[in-house]
Nanobody, 125 residues
Framework: QVQLAESGGGLAQVGGSLRISCRASGLTFSRYVLGWFRQTAEKEREFVAA???????YYLDSVRGRFTISRDNAKSEVYLQMDSLKPEDTGVYYC???????????????????WGQGTRVTVSS
């Protein structure tokens, strides 16, 4: 079956960097659109970034220029490089995958078929 497993979360200082990863199994990775979402106790799951099969990328406005999403199809992995971290970046980060999602739906968490368990990112001052 399809499995997504995130790793690399942890504690970072304001202005610091973290790189989180998500390894997929049980699917033809190159055919999938991949997304990163985050969630806190106060907010519902929020779109952060997505990358499609052609490697076009999409970002939440507040992270554009600070975060970079990338993929390695040979390793079946997707990454989120997070720089210039802010306290509001704190949350549990989830990776998601879907094969048939259309561009206009990339930011909608309920349009993705597969999800990881999440990795916690805490940004502290």
């Amino acid at each position: 079956q399809v499995q997504l497993a995130e790793s690399g979360g942890g504690l970072a200082q304001v202005g610091g960097s973290l790189r989180i990863s998500c390894r997929a199994s049980g699917l033809t990775f190159s055919r999938y659109v991949l997304g990163w979402f985050r969630q806190t106790a106060e907010k519902e799951r929020e779109f952060v970034a997505a990358i499609n099969r052609g490697r076009s990328t999409y970002y939440l406005d507040s992270v554009r220029g600070r975060f970079t999403i990338s993929r390695d199809n040979a390793k079946s992995e997707v990454y989120l490089q997070m720089d210039s971290l802010k306290p509001e970046d704190t949350g549990v980060y989830y990776c998601a995958a879907d094969q048939s999602i259309i561009v206009s739906s990339y930011r909608q968490h309920n349009q993705y078929d597969y999800w990881g368990q999440g990795t916690r990112v805490t940004v502290s001052s």
